[in-house]
């Protein structure tokens, strides 16, 4: 039993076009939950559907094994952030964090206890008298969060709540809010299009598309095991480097122009006289040693990241990014070495997209567990 | 921007000049209520400069009973329409009803029909009523006013979803939200429309004359017209002081409400 329950969520808001379709899924108490997709893919929708901003078209929610379909969002006993941070301008900030409390009329004592508690907590002493405009964009954000603790309330959903900050300022408050929510113990439901926050916030991830659920499980498994073509190049960057291939007797010919041998891989049944897309994540195309089976390609771009560089290549029509460790001095039309291997590769069926088998060098390797 | 100085000048003398056409009726109306009524007569320029005028206007009628009756008309219907509007716009932002903007389009097109129009079915409700020579007559036929909505609406579509459903999240109603968040968070557009709504009912002539038998209620623009017939010699300098007095609140309102509003301006830049 999980603490929200969809079942069979579905959404239109003109009746005729579903924006959300067949949504089932459990989200457990004091989980960090991730909706990640592209930008108008339902996120916000199913968000506002669980805070009870919106009317839910189809299904059942449930919400500590009640019903709440009809339930107004104050009975929902939950706290929310906007991406705008809604915070109301003409108020302070100890009168925007104070705002809930008041309304539900909440002693006073009480109030200034939880006041001083979340502003200690949310390092925002030196602010309750400012106004939202004269505070930074990180501030206001902080504000927004303390709001949403002070309600003590053990459910809290967040819409894209780090998009208005600078890439620096987001990574931070991307372990502040992780941080909090462990501390507090609450359940999050946390939306997001960046697959970054995505992999490094949630315990649990659901990947949208068009309203319908691509895949959940926890970041690892996303990542290792994309069930289709989206989540295969949604999740990861740089995205995973797809391919159309077929098997012709022992070898892999991908995009008509790499053939790569099963060596002594067994060649598993169920691939064979199908059209199938294979995928390799750009780690697994390493520079190819001698006593290694390699291709030969050409560089048509290279980015230092520092501690690592992308190197591009042509694979047929396809722009294959692979990712090697330190810094190689290579110019824009050098010939290297990579070695491509069977192993390190995902299958798709061509027509459906969907996984038919994932890549059998993480049994092996790289996972380390303890 | 620049500017050849002699293209300065010639729009500069060409902007004083027009400045002057334009509120020479007002200066001259402020000088001659200065003016004893001969030297007025006679067209000659003033001799002697004094507040007779200004005294007479006050013995001779019963002009601060008008002013009074004005500012209450005034008062009244600026408040009215603030509340009335405020609300209707309140609905059309923020309650989500069949038909909503059939409505307001329906509400906005009435802003083409000229009050004019809809005089003689006003008095008759208003004689129906007994509001004849009462305040309510002169002021409640005004608290409805689509430019008041729409101006309102307009504004209030600026303020983010996002408040009001946080608001709904802790459980505050339709009614506290308009009074605790839209109301202090449309302050600036309050106050034009306020000013804006005094203004025109301070200035209403055609109506306060048709709904008002005698001095009671009547109000000061009606009161100049008075002085202009009570005598078969019109004493303009009387006359003209009684004018100068009237402007004067709506000079003051205009002066604060543009402070007030540069303010408010301002304010909003600052997001
Ligand atoms: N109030 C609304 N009325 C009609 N369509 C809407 C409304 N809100 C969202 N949509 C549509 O629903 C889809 C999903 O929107 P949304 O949930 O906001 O996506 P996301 O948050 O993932 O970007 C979009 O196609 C959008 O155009
Ligand atoms: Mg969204």
Redesign the pocket.
Known sequence: MGYIELMDISKS??KQRN?LNGIDLQIEKGEFFVLV?P???????LLRMIAGLEEISGGTLKISEKIVNHLPPKDRNLSMVFQNYALYPHLTVEQNILFGLNAQKVDREIQQKRLEETAQMMGLNELLKRKPRELSGGQRQRVALARAVVSEAPLCLMDEPLSNLDAKLRANMRIEIRRLQKRLGLTMVYVTHDQVEAMTMGDRIMVLNDGIIQQVGEPIDLYNKPSNLFVATFIGSPKMNLGKAILEDSNLIIENVLTIPFEHLEMPKNLKSRNLVIGIRAEHMPYGDENQQVQNVEIVNVEHLGNETLISFEVGTELWTAKWLGQWLIQVGDKVPVHISVENMCFFDEDTGNLIQEATFTHKQEVVRR | MTMPLSKKIVFYSLLIISALAVFAPALMAFVMSFMDNKDIMTGSLPKSLSFDNYLKAFEQFPLLKYLFNSLIVSVVITIGQLILSSLAAYAFVFLEFKGRDILFFLFIATMMVPFEASIIPNFHIIRDLNWIDQYPGLTVPFFATAFGTFLLRQNFKQIPKELREASQIVGMGDFKFYLKVVLPVAKTSLVTLGAYGFLTSWNMYLWPLLSTTNDTVRTVQIGLKQLQTQEQLNDWGVIMSGAIIVIIPTLILLFLGQKQLQKGLTEGAIK
């Open positions: 808001y003109n924006v997709g930008s108008g893919s339902g996120k916000s929708t």
